[in-house]
């Protein structure tokens, strides 16, 4: 969860919420230095490592969905690249050493203004461990997934094409986009 | 430009630079309330618009790059999906109504927290006019495109990749980084 905005953060003055000239929606406005602060989605990046048949998944020792399963993926950082953030969130969640291939999923999360990009890589060896963040990290043959503890509905589809993918030997780009749960 | 994070935007408290527990890179933490404040790249979306042979330019009547041409393109906002960003930003640009087809390229800019994504579109009419940040909404051929006057490197190089592989007939993704300039 993002803080809310009662302050400017650069002269610690009351915002006020108002539309700026020029723009055409409301936004956070210093009352005093007349700052605008936005809030944008941000990007949650990750890999889908593959060895032979099976593919790497973590058991997450975070909330939210402390002790389910997840592809290595989290928040972009400033000043890197998207397949930087990719590489680097898979080797910190699973001290896994990938090569990156495509981009393979882009999927919006509007409703918690997020956009989640899953790339396919191939796993460079069975040298991998538990991150801070994972309670475990293994390989799973497409028929031992656990689909019932998949963290997020996005990791779920990335999966779901993955195998559907993989299956007919031909892998495309999927971008799409969740509707907020009922 | 985003503004310092000198104090919280929660409460108004003076925030330190330090790393928090679990994470592995400093961030702005209050040091009244503890509210972390984490600063992450930003998606611009925008779209391609393509009548026949000719691609729709935009010539910026706002800063940065004033006076110089770009695809309809803008900040995502919260709230909405990456397409739907595509379509909005050339309604707002360019007044232009368009058939979103795949994403096209996807470009990092990390010495400035950037995404650029564009989507490659079809204009489903001649009915364009300028919106509110743009001077002129032109079309215009492959020999016409004024390169010296493009607005940003990723504009050229989306352009560049569209005439190349539109003279082979053959579209792929372009996922890439650009370094910054000397």
Redesign the interface.
């Known amino acids: 969860m993002?803080?809310?905005?009662?302050?400017?953060?650069?002269?610690?003055a009351p915002?006020s919420v108002k539309i700026p000239a020029?723009d055409?929606?409301p936004r956070?406005v210093?009352d005093a230095c007349g700052?605008?602060?936005?809030?944008?989605?941000?990007?949650v990046v990750g890999a889908l490592p593959v060895w032979e048949d099976r593919v790497l998944l973590c058991r997450r020792a975070?909330e939210p969905r402390l002790g389910y399963w997840t592809l290595p993926a989290g928040?972009?950082?400033?000043?890197?690249?998207?397949?930087?953030a990719a590489v680097r969130e898979t080797q910190?969640e699973a001290c896994a050493h990938i090569e990156l291939g495509?981009?393979y999923t882009?999927i919006?999360v509007?409703?918690i203004?997020q956009?989640h990009v899953i790339y396919r890589a191939r796993l460079l060896d069975l040298d991998f461990a538990p991150g801070?963040?994972s309670l475990e990290v293994e390989l799973f043959e497409e028929a031992a997934i656990p689909w019932q503890e998949i963290a997020f509905h996005t990791v779920a589809m990335t999966l779901r094409h993955f195998f559907h993918d993989r299956a007919r030997d031909s892998f495309m780009?999927h971008?799409e986009?969740i509707a907020p749960p009922r």
Do not use: K, W
Not at 75 to 84: A, H, L, P, R
């Open positions: 993002e803080p809310d905005i009662n302050y400017c953060c650069s002269c610690a915002v020029g055409s929606l956070h210093c700052a605008v602060h936005y809030r944008n989605p941000r990007l975070i928040f972009m950082e400033n000043q890197e690249t998207v397949s930087e910190e495509e981009m882009m919006s509007p409703h203004n956009v801070e963040e780009l971008t986009a």
